[in-house]
C-alpha cells in the first residue's frame, strides 16, 4: 500500500491502494463475529432495563467484556493485551454499536477511556492499571470539558499544582458532561499546570473527588453522563501522563483515534437501522401494496444504502492508511509511541473528516427510517424512535462538526504554509486547469466518477487559494469560509473512498452484486457532487465578487458536473436488492 501524507489524497490523482471491508482476515471476521453474537444474546435482551438506567447491568455487561477479550486489543502485548490494528478495532466497534447506550459505555472505556494510559503512561501506570481496565473489573473515563469550555478544551480553568516536596498534585475544579462518570473507577482528568493543560490518571475513592448527578439526556439515557467535581484531590505525581504542560497532545491525539471510532460506530448503527427500516417497509402497507413497493420509498432506501456504502469504505480505508503507516515504527525503538502517535497525528484531517461524514450519513439514515415508520417512528415502542435520538449526540461527540470542519480546512491550509504538503504548487495547476475544459471521463466502469474528482479537487483547491489570499492570516477568523471549503474536502474524500473501494472490490463481483456495487456509486456520486457544488458555490461569493465571481461560478459549474445518466435505474436496482435482502446488501 503507498503510503500517502495526511491530506495528500485531496491534493493528487486517485488511484493508491485502499483497504476495504472485502479484505477482512478470518481473524478479523472471527472478533466481528464474536462481538455481535456477544451484543445480540447478553446486551439486546436487557436493552430496556439498561436504558432505564439501571448500572449494574453496564459493569456486569463490562465484565463480560473482559472475559471475552473485547477490552485488550490496544493493550500491549508485554501487559496482556493483543494490541491489535485499527482495521479490527474498527470492525469491533462497528458490531457493538448496535448494544445502544451499552455502545458509549464500552466505546468510552475502550478508547478516549483507555488510550491515555497506554500511548503515554509510564510502565509502572500500565502495571498497575492496565490488567484492570483490561478485564473490565474498572471502568475508564476520560475527563477533558468543562462547564465553560467545550469546543474551546484549552479554555480549561481546573487546575493542578504540584506540591512543595513534588510528591503530589492537588488537583480544583469541575468537568462536565463526563461517560461513564457515575460508575467509572479510573480517570484521566486533564488540568492546568500553570498556563498549560496535563493529564493525570486519578482513581475514584481518591479523597475530595465526587461526582454529580445523572444529566437528563434527550438519548443514550442508558449511559452514565456526570459531572466530575475536584476539590483538594491529591494525585500522587507519578500519576501524571506524558510530560507536564504537555496535555494537550494527549487530548488531540486520542480524540483523532476517538473520531475515527465514531466513524466505525455510527457506520455500524446505520445499518442496523437500515436493516430494520426496510423489514417494516415490507410489512407496512398503504393504499393496499406494502409500501417499499413505492417509488418514493425505494428512492430512501437507495440513497441510504449508497451512503453507507461510501462511508464503510471510508472508514476503512483510513484505517487501512493508519495502520501501515503504524507498521513503519520500530517495535523496538524507545519512543515507539511518540512516533506511533506522530503517524496518527499525520492522518487528523482524515479522521476528522471521518467522523463528520460518517455521523451525518447516520443522521440522514435515522431520520428516513423514521420516514419509512411513519406516526409510528414517534412513537417509543418502536426502535426508529430510539435510534433518532440516539444519534444526535455524535454530531457533538469528539468535537463538535463545526469544529471539525474548521479543523479540517484550517489544517490543510497549515500544512502548506509550513510546506508539509505542496499546497502552493497544487493550488497553482488547479486555478490553470479550471481555465480549461473539465477532464474527459476516462475508460473502466469508473471513468465519470474520476472525472468528476478530479474537477472537485480542482475547485476545492482553487477556492483554498482563494481564500488564503483574499483573508491572509485572518483566515483563521473567517469560520463560514473554513466550513465551506471544508464541506467540499469532505466530499472529496466520501467519494474517492467509494470509488476505490467499488474499483477494488468490483473484478470479484459478479451479476447482481457487480451491478449494486457501480449503482451505489453512480447514486452516492451525484449526491456528493451536488453538496460539493453548493458549498463550492458559497465558498465563491465568499471570497470573490463582479466579473470574477462570475467567471468562478462558471468553472465550479463546469467542473463538478456529473452526467449521471441512468440515475434513477440504479436507484431502483439498489433498492431491490436492499427490499429483497432486508439489510445492507454489502455487508
Not at 500519576?239 to 473520531?259: D, Q
Amino acid at each position: 500500500m503507498k503510503l500517502l501524507k495526511g491530506a495528500e489524497s485531496l491534493l493528487g490523482a486517485t488511484g493508491e491502494e485502499v483497504f476495504t471491508p472485502e479484505d477482512f482476515s478470518d481473524e478479523q471476521k472471527q472478533i466481528g463475529g464474536t462481538t455481535e453474537e456477544f451484543v445480540v444474546k447478553e446486551v439486546l435482551p436487557h436493552l430496556d432495563e439498561i436504558e432505564q438506567q439501571k448500572f449494574e447491568l453496564n459493569i456486569a455487561l463490562m465484565k463480560k467484556c473482559g472475559e471475552l477479550g473485547l477490552l485488550m486489543l490496544d493493550a500491549p502485548k508485554e501487559y496482556g493485551g493483543l494490541e491489535l490494528d485499527k482495521v479490527t478495532n474498527m470492525l469491533m466497534t462497528e458490531k457493538i454499536s448496535q448494544a445502544g447506550s451499552f455502545s458509549v459505555t464500552f466505546s468510552a472505556h475502550t478508547g478516549i477511556g483507555t488510550l491515555p494510559l497506554v500511548y503515554y503512561g509510564t510502565r509502572e501506570l500500565k502495571e498497575k492499571y492496565l490488567p484492570k481496565i483490561m478485564s473490565g473489573e474498572w471502568i475508564a473515563a476520560y475527563c477533558l470539558t468543562e462547564p465553560g469550555s467545550g469546543s474551546d478544551a484549552l479554555g480549561a480553568k481546573s487546575t493542578a499544582e504540584l506540591t512543595p516536596d513534588k510528591k503530589f498534585y492537588v488537583l480544583n475544579g469541575t468537568k462536565q458532561f463526563i461517560s461513564n462518570g457515575g460508575f467509572a473507577n479510573i480517570y484521566t482528568i486533564f488540568a492546568k499546570t500553570g498556563k498549560e493543560l496535563s493529564a493525570f490518571l486519578v482513581e475514584r475513592d481518591t479523597p475530595g473527588l465526587s461526582f454529580g448527578h445523572e444529566e437528563k439526556k434527550m438519548g443514550i439515557k442508558g449511559s452514565s453522563t456526570t459531572q466530575v467535581i475536584m476539590q483538594n484531590v491529591k494525585v500522587p505525581a507519578g500519576n501524571l501522563l506524558g510530560e507536564e504542560g504537555k496535555g494537550h497532545k494527549i487530548a488531540f491525539n486520542v480524540l483523532n483515534i476517538g473520531r475515527l471510532k465514531l466513524g466505525a460506530g455510527v457506520t455500524g448503527a446505520a445499518k442496523v437501522a437500515l436493516a430494520d427500516g426496510i423489514k417494516y417497509a415490507n410489512q407496512r402497507k398503504q393504499f393496499g401494496k406494502v409500501i417499499s413497493g413505492f417509488g418514493a420509498i425505494k428512492e430512501k432506501i437507495a440513497d441510504m444504502t449508497a451512503a453507507i456504502f461510501a462511508s464503510e469504505a471510508l472508514v476503512y480505508r483510513l484505517a487501512g492508511m493508519i495502520d501501515a503507516r503504524v507498521e513503519t515504527v520500530d517495535r523496538s525503538s524507545p519512543d515507539y509511541y511518540k512516533l506511533y502517535q506522530k503517524g496518527i497525528e499525520e492522518y487528523a484531517i482524515e479522521c476528522a473528516i471521518s467522523k463528520v461524514f460518517c455521523s451525518e450519513v447516520l443522521a440522514g439514515v435515522v431520520s428516513d427510517v423514521l420516514q419509512l415508520y411513519g406516526g409510528y417512528g414517534y412513537i417509543q415502542d418502536y426502535p426508529a424512535e430510539r435510534y433518532y435520538r440516539d444519534e444526535r449526540i455524535n454530531r457533538i461527540f469528539e468535537g463538535t462538526n463545526e469544529i471539525n470542519r474548521m479543523l479540517v480546512s484550517g489544517t490543510v491550509m497549515g500544512r502548506g504554509h509550513k510546506g508539509d504538503i505542496p499546497l502552493k504548487e497544487s493550488v497553482s495547476a488547479a486555478v490553470d486547469a479550471l481555465k480549461g475544459e473539465p477532464a474527459a471521463p476516462g475508460s473502466g466502469p469508473f471513468g465519470a466518477e474520476k472525472a468528476l474528482l478530479a474537477g472537485m479537487k480542482n475547485v476545492f483547491l482553487a477556492l483554498t487559494g482563494g481564500a488564503m489570499r483574499k483573508f491572509l492570516f485572518s483566515i483563521k477568523d473567517e469560520q463560514e469560509v473554513l466550513i465551506a471549503l471544508a464541506d467540499i474536502a469532505v466530499n472529496i474524500f466520501a467519494l474517492e473512498s467509494a470509488v476505490l473501494r467499488a474499483e477494488k472490490i468490483l473484478p470479484k463481483l459478479s451479476g447482481d452484486r457487480k451491478t449494486c456495487a457501480q449503482a451505489a456509486v453512480k447514486v452516492f456520486a451525484f449526491a456528493s457532487a451536488e453538496k460539493a457544488s453548493s458549498a463550492a458555490r458559497r465558498s465563491a461569493a465568499y471570497i470573490r465578487d463582479g466579473k470574477d465571481l462570475d467567471q468562478l461560478l462558471a468553472a465550479i459549474g463546469k467542473h463538478c458536473a456529473y452526467r449521471a445518466e441512468g440515475l434513477l435505474k440504479a436507484k431502483r436496482q439498489l433498492a431491490d436488492a436492499a427490499i429483497e435482502a432486508e439489510k445492507f446488501i454489502f455487508a
